[in-house]
């Protein structure tokens, strides 16, 4: 099984407000990057589609270690969260609904294809992958917030 190092951001100008997500994919020394956005968004929902979008470009079952500065990802997946809601007919343990339900229905599925890890690294820290990976995400949100 190919051994993949997946790093995610999603950054957003207000929130919600204009979005962008990215990751970079590195395998055997190759990087690949990708990035997108969405007009009206939220943090949270960039950084989910950047998970997403970064497991979806895997055209095999792989092992992934995947970094984020995303509380909300990482631990709504490793504390099990995501698992009760959706067990719960998407509702918190507050009762109230679930958010983002349409993103985690995409991603729990390719959290069964691919061996995950889940690395969580503080953002704006240095690290330079998480920094490219914020880069791309407000370099794409940038664009959208200018209309181009």
């Known amino acids: 099984m190919k051994q993949i190092h997946l790093y995610t951001d999603g950054a957003c100008s207000g929130n919600p407000g204009p979005g962008g997500w990215a990751c970079v994919l590195v395998y055997n020394g190759h990087k690949k990057e990708l990035s997108g956005g ?3 968004t939220t943090n ?11 497991l979806s470009a895997l055209k095999e079952p792989c092992a992934v ?6 509380k909300y990802v990482i631990d709504s997946v490793t504390k099990g969260w995501v698992y009760g809601w959706r067990r719960n007919g998407w509702k918190k343990a507050d009762k109230k609904p679930a958010l983002n339900v349409d993103l985690w229905e995409r991603l729990l599925p390719l959290l069964e294809r691919h061996q995950v890890t889940f690395h969580w690294i503080k953002g704006h820290s240095g690290h330079p992958e998480n920094e490219r990976c914020d880069q791309l995400a407000v370099a794409y949100y940038t664009k959208l917030q200018m209309g181009k």
């Not at 949270?44 to 970064?54: C, D």
């Not at 270690?65 to 995303?70: Q, W």
């Open 65 to 70: 270690a995947l970094t984020s500065d995303s």
């Open 44 to 54: 949270n929902r960039m950084e989910l589609t950047a998970v997403i979008e970064g």
């Open 38 to 40: 969405e007009p009206d």
